[in-house]
C-alpha cells in the first residue's frame, strides 16, 4: 500500500439504472471533504436518511428499489475492503472533531498516536479535525500510515491534511466496520455522542465475543471518572453488566500504558500470528 503524503480521497455514487437515482451524489477534491445536494426540495440529503427513513407511499420513486440499494451497500463494503487490504496492524483512534490544537488533549492524542506508530502501529482516525487530526499527525510523527475514514454528512467537513489514505463511506454502519476490521485496539479521547457511539459498539462486541483480546483504552481519568463510576455503582450491582466485565475498559492518562496494553492486546490476537516476531519493539 503506497504511504505517499497526498491523500486519496474516494467519492463514490451508486444509481438504479433505469430510474431516478436512489442515492445522492457528492464530491471531494482538494482539502473538502464533501458538498452533498438534495435531488429536490424536502428530499433526504444523505444515503444513511434515505436508507433508514424514506419509505412507504409518501416516496413513490423509492419504492421497488431494495435489490439496487443493496447492491449499492454490497459495493461500498467492497471499496472499503479493497482500499484498507494492506492495514494488518493499526489502531483506531477516536475524540472529539472540536478539540483545538492548544488543548492539551490535543497534544496528548498526537504523542500517544506517535508511541502507538513507533510500536509498529498505523493510525485510524474519522479523518476530521481535533482529536482526529492529532492522532494523524503523531502518525506522520512516527512514519507510519495515517489512515482516514470519512463519512458523509449533511454539512460540509474537511478531510484534515495529515492523511496518506482517506477513503469516503455514505453509510455510517460501512464505516464501523472497517473501524473495527483494521484496528487491533481501540484508543478512545475526550468526545461527543459520535465517540460514545463507538465506545459502546466495541463495548458490546467484546462483551457479547464478536472480537477477542481487543484493548479498549479510555485517555483521560477525569473526563471518563464519571462514566467508569456510574457503570461500576449503578450497572453492574443491578446486574445490568457482569463484574467481569468491569475490566473491558481501561482508563489511563500514560501514553506507555496505553502502548503496552495495546501490543499486549495485539499478541493475543490471530492478526498477529504472522509477524510476531515484529512485536518486540514496545518492550525495549
Known sequence: MPRGRGAHIVSLVFCNAGRAPISFSFRATGSTRRKVKSMSEGA??????????????????????????ISALAAEMANGFTRLAGVHRAVSVFGSAQTHPTDPTYTLARGIAAELGRAGFDIITGGGPGVMEAANRGARDAGVLSVGLGIEL?????????????????HFFVRKVMFVRYAAAFVVFPGGFG???????????IQTGKIHHFPLILVGTDHWAGLDQWIRQRLAPAGMVAHHDLQLLVVTDDPTTVVRTV???????????VNSAADTTADE
Do not use: M
Open 44 to 69: 433526504p440529503i444523505t444515503a444513511d436518511e434515505e436508507l433508514l427513513c424514506c419509505i412507504g407511499p409518501a416516496f413513490p420513486d423509492l419504492l421497488e428499489t431494495d435489490p439496487a440499494r
Open 154 to 170: 449533511p454539512r460540509e467537513q474537511a478531510f484534515n491534511p495529515y492523511l496518506d489514505l482517506a477513503v469516503e463511506f455514505r
Open 195 to 205: 465517540t460514545l457511539d463507538e465506545l459502546f459498539e466495541a463495548l458490546t462486541l
Open 263 to 273: 501490543v499486549a492486546g495485539y499478541r493475543q490476537q490471530p492478526r498477529s500470528r
